[in-house]
């Protein structure tokens, strides 16, 4: 499904070069539920964004379901985006003018589908456990639901990877394990394939497989808690 190769990343501001991915390669399979970890600066979030279409590759190769991410021009890339990419970012990037119901049916409008998104949005904001709250606004809602509406809002489009930046970040350990439970039901009954980072180690174990990040290369890519190390792609 994900296929990383010797993925490198360079960021210019001004003369300063900032080495964010230096040489990354791993493998997480169809269905899988992966997590990413690894220190603060490492290139966890930079690495989502690559995967994504968001950022393009300074060399290496990624591709995502057979599609060659680094190899795209720019239509291939949005239809790519569009079409096969649900992504839950660090911030949760709701807009606060519009009830939830409405962020949704946007991000649905957005994949130009002739479709109408007809009993969609009701089901996937049913999966996260937020049905009544549909004609809310974000502000009025909690953290870990705001959470939450973020991430029916990367489903509604029936995403090919889920990739999802620190889901639990500001959340207490009761709302961070129900998205872990969203997740998880997600991976195994519909074999939606997910890529999480996460700084939680606990929450990290709880998945199939552990990326550990460290100074913008893999150290370690392993099944759960017993990650083995991978040979040949330390920086
Ligand atoms: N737009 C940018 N311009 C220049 N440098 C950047 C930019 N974005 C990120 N970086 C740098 O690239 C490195 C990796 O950043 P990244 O955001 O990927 O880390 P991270 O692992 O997600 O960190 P955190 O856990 O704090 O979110 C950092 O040194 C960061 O300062
Ligand atoms: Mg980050």
Redesign the pocket.
């Known amino acids: 499904m994900i296929t990383v190769k010797d993925l490198h990343k360079d960021?210019?501001?001004g003369k300063v070069i900032?080495r964010?991915l230096r040489g990354l390669s791993f493998h997480v399979g169809s269905g899988e539920f992966a997590s990413i970890v690894?220190?603060?600066?490492?290139?966890?979030?930079?690495?989502l964004y690559v995967l994504g279409g968001m950022l393009p590759a300074s060399q290496g190769t990624v591709c995502v379901g057979g599609f060659d991410v680094t190899a795209a021009d720019d239509r291939a890339l949005t239809r790519y985006r569009r079409e096969q990419i649900g992504f839950v970012f660090?911030r949760f990037n709701l807009l606060g003018s519009l009830n939830v119901y409405d962020n949704l049916k946007l991000a649905w409008d957005l994949t130009g589908s002739r479709n109408t998104a007809g009993g969609r949005i009701e089901s996937v904001l049913e999966s996260v456990g937020l049905a009544d709250k549909s004609r809310m606004k974000p502000l009025a809602l909690s953290q870990g639901e705001q959470q939450r509406v973020a991430i029916a809002r990367a489903l509604v489009r029936q995403p090919t990877l889920l990739l999802v930046?620190?889901p639990t970040g500001n959340l207490d350990s009761e709302n961070a394990e129900k998205i872990l439970t969203i997740f998880k039901e997600l991976s195994q009954s519909r074999k939606q394939t997910i890529l999480m980072?996460t700084?939680n180690r606990a929450l990290a174990s709880a998945t199939e497989r552990i990326i550990e990040?460290k100074d913008?290369g893999v150290v370690e890519s392993g099944r759960g808690e017993t990650a083995v190390p991978m040979h040949g792609s330390a920086p």
């Open positions: 960021y210019h501001s900032v964010a690894g220190p603060s600066g490492c290139g966890k979030s930079t690495l660090q930046d620190e980072i700084h990040m913008g």
